[in-house]
């Protein structure tokens, strides 16, 4: 398991959650893919767990309502 807090990780793993931050243009890179998350996150830390099948990112920011 790879922890990094940086908008690229230098290698991609076939398994595991790792913290990055997404560039200003929404844009998160993992190993030599670049993924779209939202402009709007430009900035945040969101958490990125993959698997062999995918990838699925979440937002590590808690909000009270």
Not at 13 to 42: A, H
Not at 43 to 53: E, K, L, Q
Request: hydrophobic letters at 35%.
């Amino acid at each position: 398991m790879i922890e990094k807090t940086s908008g690229t990780v230098s290698h991609a793993t076939d398994t595991g959650k790792q913290n990055l931050c997404v560039y200003s243009s929404g844009v998160v890179k993992i190993g030599r893919t670049l993924f779209f998350v939202t402009q709007r996150m430009g900035g945040r830390i969101v958490m990125a767990t993959s698997d062999r099948d995918g990838v699925v990112f979440a937002n590590t920011e808690l909000t009270a309502e």
